[in-house]
């Protein structure tokens, strides 16, 4: 079977003086079945590129196959198979969260019954609530419940956790792994990197437009080169020469970010105590220290130079 999503050479540029390329030529891949994250700062062209993916917008050039069918080619049969969750859903706030499932599932050819599309997103309870009654965790519920009415094998999510609180964040998650067990398609761009880590069989790292780093999230985490990250900050404003670092054990690389110094390392037990040695010698003394393992968030800091919450 051809993948779920495929683009080649994919650009978007908008018209100014001068043109801005939101994206630069992006190549893509998302096999049936996969949850696959798309990650990067706002500004990076996530959205441009799923709303391209989904045809609410025109590609500048490239190629793009959705379920093995291109927009522009029968598009009417193609949104039968697929379903929408927007950065931001607005809904009718008077109608019920039943009524708006009906009108949902109206769109469709066929899909789940309102009870069905309920159950999955545990609304059941809140089902003869008016929209505007909901909290925000349960708007973004039914969202994802809008989406997959039509029984869709392929889901885009935009940011479908943004603005919940912890608890809501993580009943979501267990929504859509119970959607990925079904054997869906699901692609997701998110600003957390612990629900990638947890969510996504693949990631894809996206920067000025482009995949800069594509893989598992534990085989991004491995080109760091080290499994642990130390941070540690000095008290005073003075700068640790570059000669310090030199014959550290264990130190894959280290910079420093604003107050702070990070490393990356391969074995936290070896080089701790030549750290400590080395700045009780130097006549350093230590405001924090901490240690963790290593993220995608400092995946894409040490790729880019930049936090994934950065604006661009």
């Not at 999503?5 to 001068?18: A, D, E, V």
């Not at 891949?29 to 990650?39: A, H, K, W, Y």
């Not at 070896?270 to 010698?281: H, S, V």
Request: aromatic content about 6%; hydrophobic content about 40%; proline content about 4%.
């Amino acid at each position: 079977m051809s993948a779920a999503i495929s683009c080649r050479n994919l650009r978007k540029t908008y018209p100014g003086r001068p043109p801005v390329e939101a994206v630069a030529g992006l190549d893509l891949e998302v096999e049936r079945g996969e949850c696959f994250g798309l990650l990067g700062p706002n500004g990076a062209g996530k959205t441009t590129t799923v709303e391209i993916l989904e045809g609410l917008l025109p590609e500048s050039s490239g190629d793009v196959e959705i379920l093995g069918q291109r927009w522009g080619h029968n598009d009417l049969e193609l949104r039968q198979h697929i379903g929408v969750s927007l950065q931001e859903t607005r809904l009718a706030e008077k109608l019920t969260v039943r009524e708006t499932l009906v009108l949902f599932r109206s769109f469709y050819k066929k899909g789940l019954e309102a009870d069905q599309a309920l159950s999955q997103v545990e609304l059941t309870e809140k089902q003869y609530a008016q929209v505007g009654k909901l909290s925000g965790g349960q708007k973004q519920r039914l969202a994802v419940a809008c989406a997959l009415v039509g029984d869709s094998e392929l889901l885009f999510l935009d940011e479908p956790t943004t603005g919940l609180d912890p608890q809501s964040r993580r009943s979501l998650w267990d929504i859509l792994r119970g959607l990925k067990a079904q054997g869906r398609t699901i692609l997701i761009t998110t600003h957390y990197m612990d629900e990638a880590e947890r969510l996504c069989d693949r990631v894809a790292v996206i920067d000025h437009g482009k995949v800069i780093a594509l893989g598992t999230p534990a085989q991004l985490i491995a080109q760091l080169g080290g499994e642990h990250i130390i941070e540690f900050g000095l008290d005073g404003d003075g700068e640790l020469p570059q000669t310090f670092w030199q014959d550290l054990p264990a130190l894959v690389h280290w910079r420093r970010e604003q107050e702070c110094y990070q490393l990356a390392v391969t074995a936290p037990h070896l080089i701790l105590p030549a750290l400590l040695e080395r700045l009780q010698n130097g006549g350093h003394q230590l405001a924090r220290l901490t240690t963790r393992h290593a993220s995608l968030e400092d995946v894409f800091v040490t790729l880019t130079g930049r936090h994934l919450r950065d604006d661009s």
